[in-house]
């Protein structure tokens, strides 16, 4: 085991942790508990193991999988050794999967067995896949624990350098398609620190996670989690009634929730008896919090509630714990429509359409820069350029910052919907709808949803001569976009607004039909 160093990369975080916390408990996923020694011999094995199937550093390792142990071990296995790690989200449709499969190109597929006819259904169109990998064994592909138990667990096959990927998380672009977000090393092992030193994180902490751990919010908690050496509970997802058991035998100290996961667990009969003293922190993101819904947690919770605000691309502001006073002054209030401060070690802008940073209180587009951002995005290098100039990122978010730093969200420049947690863009649902061949017109926006915060809402124009109910459209759109994304409401009408340029007017269309 090498000496302990200042965490330059991912790889140097396991290697701390196993040499300086052998005994500590790294994971905990049902009646499993991994210390950080274990891990980190199990990721080297994986790791050789992977290397004796033909992989280099930097070549991608695929992963189709809900939480659990296994996806930590992936993850830790490409940490290790200069593997990237390519998450693949289990809720999209056949086709978006073969499109992100495609495009990253791992050598191998690990998947779990719940995915195994997802992946021959498409395993004939992926390019590059030499390897599929079951990780609950028996049936189609190779088993997984044989792969883990096969590799040696003295060192790793490479070291990974600061400037190499880590992983590769796919996040939905302008145009509907997805987008290969390229994190780094150094820019993760960075984030990490930086999100650890906010959330005040200490080696006797045990953090929840049910968030997906192909989205970048559930592995970049942890990675701040494990930054201070702390424990990680995993969940496959979320369950109310599991996850206040596990606060309270576990004494689980911080969780990371949406919104929508907070306002549900608050009105779980679950929660009424429960003792949940041990949490000193609930991190959500995604979407602000309602008000009522914030009143009611800091009734029964106490101020445990942080804010934060960022993109996969890279992080931003904190709206820390103390600044949630509903019932404070007008400041107080004031102060909870925005989405907090810049975390350490990370700058904001606004900027106006050239690029000119704008005097405080005015509204342009969101740039944010910090030791964690993004090195660009795979296979894109228009996207590449369009997004990050100059170490900023070009968050296509409008907002203000006021005389304190505090930033306020005003609109998303590109007409995302966040619904559930879920980023939405409104084209690709948009893409879906117009193949119907009933369909001669749409536009798709958010609309208000007490659920889950927004919920999409087409607006079509049928053809001369064709008829189509909504029951219709939503069941088209089931092959071809995930379930989330399909819309909850469509309204039929005769022409869609637009501006003189022949462009759809979404600020009118959502004034016409913003209700749901």
Same mark, same amino acid.
């Given at each position: 085991?090498?000496?302990?160093?200042?965490?330059?990369?991912?790889?140097?975080?396991?290697?701390?942790?196993?040499?300086?916390?052998?005994?500590?408990?790294?994971?905990?996923?049902?009646?499993?508990?991994?210390?950080?020694?274990?891990?980190?011999?199990?990721?080297? %094995?994986?790791?050789?193991?992977?290397?004796?199937?033909?992989?280099?550093?930097?070549?991608?390792?695929?992963?189709?999988?809900?939480?659990?142990?296994?996806?930590?071990?992936?993850?830790?296995?490409?940490?290790?050794?200069?593997?990237?790690?390519?998450?693949?989200?289990?809720?999209?449709?056949?086709?978006?999967?073969?499109?992100?499969?495609?495009?990253?190109?791992?050598?191998?597929?690990?998947?779990?067995?719940?995915?195994?006819?997802?992946?021959?259904?498409?395993?004939?169109?992926?390019?590059?896949?030499?390897?599929?990998?079951?990780?609950?064994?028996?049936?189609?592909?190779?088993?997984?624990?044989?792969?883990?138990?096969?590799?040696?667990?003295?060192?790793?096959?490479?070291?990974?350098?600061?400037?190499?990927?880590?992983?590769?998380?796919?996040?939905?672009?302008?145009?509907?398609?997805?987008?290969?977000?390229?994190?780094?090393?150094?820019?993760?092992?960075?984030?990490?620190?930086?999100?650890?030193?906010?959330?005040?994180?200490?080696?006797?902490?045990?953090?929840?996670?049910?968030?997906?751990?192909?989205?970048?919010? !559930?592995?970049?908690?942890?990675?701040?989690?494990?930054?201070?050496?702390?424990?990680?509970?995993?969940?496959?997802?979320?369950?109310?009634?599991?996850?206040?058991?596990?606060?309270?035998?576990?004494?689980?100290?911080?969780?990371?929730?949406?919104?929508?996961?907070?306002?549900?667990?608050?009105?779980?009969?679950?929660?009424?008896?429960?003792?949940?003293?041990?949490?000193?922190?609930?991190?959500?993101?995604?979407?602000?919090?309602?008000?009522?819904?914030?009143? %009611?947690?800091?009734?029964?919770?106490?101020?445990?509630?942080?804010?934060?605000?960022?993109?996969?691309?890279?992080?931003?502001?904190?709206? *820390? !714990?103390?600044?949630?006073?509903?019932?404070?002054?007008?400041?107080?209030?004031?102060?909870?429509?925005?989405?907090?401060?810049?975390?350490?070690?990370?700058?904001?802008?606004?900027?106006?359409?050239?690029?000119?940073?704008?005097?405080?209180?005015?509204?342009?587009?969101?740039? *944010?820069?910090?030791?964690?951002?993004?090195?660009?995005?795979?296979?894109?290098?228009?996207?590449?350029?369009?997004?990050?100039?100059?170490?900023?990122?070009?968050?296509?978010?409008?907002?203000? *910052?006021?005389?304190?730093?505090?930033?306020? *969200?005003?609109?998303?420049?590109?007409?995302?919907?966040?619904?559930?947690?879920?980023?939405?863009?409104?084209?690709?649902?948009?893409?879906?709808?117009?193949?119907?061949?009933?369909?001669?017109?749409?536009?798709?926006?958010?609309?208000?949803?007490?659920?889950?915060?927004?919920?999409?809402?087409?607006?079509?124009?049928?053809?001369?001569?064709?008829?189509?109910?909504?029951?219709?459209?939503?069941?088209?759109?089931?092959?071809?976009?995930?379930?989330?994304?399909?819309?909850?409401?469509?309204?039929?009408?005769?022409?869609?607004?637009?501006?003189?340029?022949?462009?759809?007017?979404?600020?009118?269309?959502?004034?016409?039909?913003?209700?749901?």
């Amino acid at each position: 085991m090498p000496a302990t160093r200042i965490p330059q990369t991912l790889a140097d975080m396991l290697d701390n942790n196993a040499w300086k916390h052998p005994d500590q408990t790294a994971f905990v996923w049902q009646d499993r508990r991994v210390t950080h020694a274990e891990f980190h011999v199990r990721v080297s %094995k994986l790791a050789n193991a992977l290397r004796r199937l033909g992989l280099r550093r930097q070549d991608r390792v695929g992963i189709l999988s809900q939480n659990r142990l296994e996806y930590q071990e992936v993850y830790g296995a490409c940490e290790i050794s200069g593997f990237i790690c390519a998450t693949v989200n289990w809720r999209l449709a056949v086709p978006e999967m073969v499109h992100i499969v495609n495009d990253g190109a791992p050598k191998v597929l690990i998947f779990e067995a719940t995915y195994a006819e997802t992946v021959l259904a498409m395993k004939d169109q992926l390019k590059a896949v030499e390897h599929f990998v079951c990780l609950d064994g028996g049936g189609f592909g190779d088993d997984y624990e044989a792969l883990v138990t096969s590799g040696d667990p003295s060192g790793v096959p490479f070291r990974p350098l600061p400037d190499d990927i880590a992983f590769l998380i796919y996040t939905s672009g302008t145009t509907g398609r997805p987008k290969g977000v390229m994190l780094g090393q150094a820019g993760q092992a960075n984030a990490a620190e930086i999100l650890g030193s906010d959330q005040r994180n200490t080696p006797d902490d045990r953090l929840l996670i049910m968030m997906p751990l192909f989205h970048i919010g !559930a592995k970049i908690i942890q990675l701040a989690q494990h930054w201070r050496a702390g424990t990680v509970h995993v969940q496959k997802g979320f369950d109310p009634k599991a996850i206040v058991d596990c606060i309270e035998r576990e004494k689980i100290t911080v969780t990371h929730m949406a919104p929508t996961m907070i306002q549900t667990l608050l009105e779980s009969p679950a929660i009424e008896k429960a003792d949940l003293s041990s949490l000193r922190m609930i991190v959500y993101a995604a979407a602000p919090m309602p008000i009522p819904v914030l009143k %009611k947690g800091l009734k029964l919770l106490g101020p445990v509630f942080q804010q934060q605000f960022g993109q996969t691309e890279g992080i931003g502001t904190t709206l *820390l !714990a103390h600044q949630h006073r509903p019932d404070g002054t007008d400041r107080d209030r004031e102060i909870l429509t925005s989405v907090g401060q810049a975390s350490p070690r990370v700058n904001v802008r606004i900027v106006d359409d050239h690029g000119e940073d704008l005097p405080v209180g005015e509204v342009g587009e969101i740039l *944010l820069t910090s030791p964690g951002v993004m090195k660009g995005y795979w296979n894109n290098t228009a996207a590449t350029i369009e997004t990050l100039r100059d170490g900023w990122v070009h968050t296509g978010d409008v907002g203000r *910052l006021d005389s304190e730093g505090f930033l306020y *969200l005003v609109d998303r420049k590109k007409d995302m919907i966040i619904s559930g947690g879920e980023n939405i863009y409104s084209r690709e649902v948009e893409e879906a709808i117009i193949t119907h061949g009933a369909v001669s017109e749409v536009a798709v926006i958010g609309v208000p949803d007490e659920k889950w915060g927004e919920a999409v809402k087409a607006v079509v124009v049928l053809r001369a001569g064709r008829s189509a109910t909504a029951e219709d459209l939503i069941d088209h759109c089931r092959t071809l976009i995930a379930g989330y994304k399909r819309p909850r409401h469509v309204e039929f009408v005769d022409e869609i607004v637009k501006l003189p340029s022949g462009k759809i007017d979404k600020v009118r269309l959502r004034k016409l039909y913003g209700a749901a």
